[in-house]
């Protein structure tokens, strides 16, 4: 697994003038006919130039002081590990899984939704104030199955992944198991060493009530599924009779997902205290977590009401979670399942590798009314509750503080699972004739363009793991040709080969910033580094001083208001490979004004959009419902165009 990372290149550091001439090219659309502006920024960027190659040779030393990339230390503080808000949402990612057709014993809605109510078409979440024993049996397939991958990760038997390029970098595998983000004042840290990624214990959650379960014994062999089985039944029994006699310990869980500086003061209050300091420290000593929900989602198969209940609880936003765990797996009250990533550590194309792998693995073993593990009813088990004890009415507070908070976060955020069933990847090859991605990112593009009325800058991330510790770079989406596709489509004068010869410029010109993007040629990642040279690195000592005038030049460029905006991506958006056991997949927006956060796949009959954005108040404009709209309109049309230009028939599958 492991045997080809000293193969790998380092990630480079792009010659200056290719990266500002890149950079200058991007913004031409973003700068939308403002010669004046588009003329400001070229002056900015030339006198920026003459002084810049100064920081490239800061960059270039400081490359050969970092054990595996310029990058690395950098990105893990400013993307993520500064970032102050909080995580619920706004940086943690969540995926639904596919439901499990053998699901028997569901709770059922206390009234019927009826038609013309506003949940008809999203489903409503429920509460049912109890667990069941389904839900408990799918979670223990799915724990098995993660320990699983766990393994193959440990005994190095996982294959290498590999590209038409060759071997990429393996190592955010690692970084996944035992792996907790910590709160600091200002700048929160990572933990993970040895001992945590060869834990024997996992974090189960219930009702905000912390647990922990030995997945493997003392000598270190796997516990059988009805141990585990009869392990979680007693949970539930267990915090369902505290809940009846009021002997809960306080909501700690919803600090994890509030602003990280109030998590940080509340984190230092309560390690003070031992028994809170072990709770702690034996969660972040797990290998991963696993909540228990009493809701559930009705109509069954309402994947939008399923979605919210796993990005942030659907009756209360932040409970019930630890989001500070890399790895945290859901399972409502029907076993309806679902994931949650601290993006930190690793990039969530990793996880979802290890989540498909334990759905797909998962769902042959049927779970049937009939299946029952014998060892679950014999096996005693032992609860092992993680206490809160003794904490301060400054902690209990910030509790408050920290749930007001979460809530409203929950409220501005709307989301949706976009599936569009009429075609994918095989028609987009076939008969559009350019790249599947391409051809997504445009459609995108356009849909906010119609909605709108403007370009939207877009970022996508494209993958740099042919490098060593290669994490991502931003293809910079929004392209000279990219705005002509969507002009061109918006002229009724434009017949539908005019818009398909726009479209197909537009796709190669995509692919053309996605390799560059992957191959470590993008803009944006030395960009940073540069911004990093002028205000971390010293002076070289053969370096000659930057004179007032230097720094008024490297300052100018990068407080360009057309740099900033080129860098609000009001499109944020991420592919993933084919996932059929994934139902939903998603993340928030990095702009809340008329922004949207958009993950997708494209599978080879159709293309799932995970969408979220603001509810149309809060975001000034966002409007998800129509985004939806308006997106399957595009595709509808976009086919029409296609098949046209190409001659290809309606329904004729034979050119397919």
């Not at 500086?261 to 300091?277: G, M, T």
Request: hydrophobic letters at 35%; aromatic letters at 10%.
């Amino acid at each position: 697994m492991m045997s080809e990372q000293d193969k790998l290149p380092r990630l480079p550091i792009p010659p200056l003038r290719q990266t500002i001439s890149k950079y200058l090219e991007s913004i031409v659309p973003v700068a939308n006919d403002d010669i004046a502006a588009l003329a400001e920024t070229n002056r900015r960027a030339s006198h920026f130039l003459k002084v810049a190659e100064r920081l490239q040779h800061r960059l270039i030393e400081y490359e050969k002081t970092q054990p595996y990339s310029w990058l690395e230390k950098w990105w893990f503080e400013l993307a993520y590990l500064s970032w102050r808000e909080s995580l619920c949402i706004n940086s943690n990612y969540w995926i639904a899984f596919a439901d499990d057709p053998n699901a028997y014993g569901l709770a059922k809605a206390p009234e019927q939704l009826q038609p013309g109510h506003p949940d008809i078409h999203e489903g409503k979440v429920w509460d049912s104030g109890e667990y069941s024993e389904f839900q408990v049996r799918r979670a223990v397939k799915f724990i098995q199955k993660t320990l699983d991958y766990k393994e193959l990760i440990a005994d190095g038997r996982l294959p290498i992944d590999r590209t038409r390029a060759g071997p990429l970098c393996m190592h955010q595998y690692h970084c996944m198991f035992g792996m907790t983000r910590i709160p600091r004042m200002g700048c929160d840290e990572l933990r993970q060493d040895a001992s945590t990624v060869a834990s024997r214990t996992i974090t189960v959650i219930t009702d905000d009530q912390i647990y922990s379960v030995d997945v493997y014994d003392s000598a270190g062999h796997r516990r059988p599924d009805g141990e585990l089985e009869a392990e979680l039944r007693a949970i539930v029994a267990d915090v369902t009779e505290r809940r009846a006699l009021g002997d809960l310990d306080p909501a700690v869980t919803v600090l994890t997902a509030g602003h990280r500086d109030r998590w940080s003061v509340a984190y230092e209050q309560l390690e003070k205290q031992p028994a809170n300091h072990a709770t702690l420290m034996a969660i972040q000593h797990s290998l991963f977590a696993v909540s228990l929900d009493t809701t559930f989602s009705d109509p069954p198969g309402s994947i939008t009401a399923h979605q919210r209940n796993m990005k942030c609880h659907g009756t209360q936003p932040g409970h019930n979670r630890w989001y500070d765990k890399c790895v945290s797996y859901v399972f409502d009250r029907n076993g309806t399942a679902g994931y949650l990533g601290e993006h930190s550590p690793c990039d969530a194309l990793i996880p979802a590798f290890m989540i498909e792998y334990v759905a797909k693995n998962a769902a042959p073993e049927n779970i049937g009314i009939y299946s029952h593990n014998s060892t679950s009813s014999t096996h005693h088990a032992h609860v092992r509750r993680l206490r809160f004890t003794d904490v301060g009415l400054s902690v209990l507070q910030l509790i408050k503080e920290a749930e007001k908070e979460v809530e409203q976060t929950a409220k501005a955020s709307d989301s949706r699972q976009i599936r569009f069933e009429n075609y994918g990847s095989d028609w987009i090859k076939r008969a559009a004739k350019v790249g599947p991605d391409a051809f997504a990112q445009l459609a995108m593009q356009l849909t906010y363009y119609r909605i709108h009325g403007t370009f939207a800058s877009v970022y996508e991330t494209a993958s740099t793991r042919q490098f060593l510790h290669g994490r991502t770079e931003t293809v910079r989406s929004l392209s000279v040709e990219s705005a002509d596709f969507m002009r061109t489509m918006s002229d009724l004068a434009s017949s539908s080969r005019d818009k398909y010869e726009a479209l197909v410029r537009a796709a190669n010109k995509h692919q053309i910033l996605l390799r560059d993007a992957s191959s470590g040629n993008g803009v944006d990642r030395h960009l940073l580094g540069l911004r990093m040279a002028y205000h971390r690195l010293q002076p070289l000592p053969s370096e000659a001083p930057l004179s007032d005038a230097d720094k008024t030049a490297i300052e100018d460029f990068f407080n360009d208001p057309i740099l900033a905006k080129s860098t609000t991506f009001q499109l944020s958006t991420s592919g993933l490979f084919p996932a059929y056991y994934l139902s939903h997949t998603g993340f928030g927006c990095v702009v809340a004004e008329r922004g949207y956060g958009i993950n997708y796949i494209i599978e080879p009959k159709r293309i799932k959009f995970g969408t979220e954005g603001k509810t149309f108040k809060v975001g000034n404009g966002t409007d998800v419902d129509r985004f939806e709209m308006t997106l399957r309109q595009i595709l509808a049309e976009l086919k029409v165009i296609c098949e046209q230009s190409n001659e290809i028939s309606a329904g004729d599958s034979s050119r397919l």
